[in-house]
């Protein structure tokens, strides 16, 4: 494969993420953690690191959903970028900012999603806040 190949960015698998992504934005300021855990890979193998926590395997990530606060998670996001390799493999980044009572913040997050038979799933996640 190379960067030219038809198989990247390939219009219909970014079109796939495009519709999908949004169920996971909704399910995270609205604090749906039965939709959030099911957009992860159900492994031991899983990884989020967050702000604060490093996270590995589902059972970290599902602990970690279910005991966090449901409080100030409304964000916008301001930069989106998606691409695909191939059908089954893509990388979603995004920068965002939220409004604290502290003033404004910034942040990143990247997510690397397979296709599984059972569907789309997140398989790597890393969130982090700027300075």
């Known amino acids: 494969m190379t960067i030219n190949d038809p198989a990247i ?3 219909e698998v970014i079109a796939e993420l495009e519709t999908l ?11 749906d953690v039965e939709t959030l855990i099911a957009l992860f890979w159900h492994s031991p193998q899983v990884s989020r690191f967050g702000v604060t926590e ?18 100030n998670l409304a964000r916008t996001i301001t ?3 998606i691409v ?3 059908r089954d493999f ?17 942040g990143r997050q ?5 296709r599984f038979p059972e569907g789309w799933r997140i398989v790597a996640a890393h969130v982090s806040l700027l300075p």
Not at 21 to 31: G, S
Not at 54 to 71: Q, Y
Not at 90 to 106: D, K, V
Not at 110 to 114: E, H, I, K, R
């Open 90 to 106: 893509a990388s979603i980044t995004l920068e965002f900012e939220r409004t604290t009572p502290n003033g404004p913040i910034r």
């Open 110 to 114: 990247s997510q690397t999603w397979v």
């Open 9 to 11: 960015n390939n219009p």
């Open 21 to 31: 992504y949004p169920q996971y934005e909704r399910a995270l300021v609205t604090n």
């Open 54 to 71: 490093n996270l590995h395997g589902i059972a970290e990530i599902e602990s970690f959903r279910k005991s966090r606060p449901a409080t």
């Open 84 to 86: 695909s390799f191939g």
């Open 79 to 81: 930069r989106q970028d």
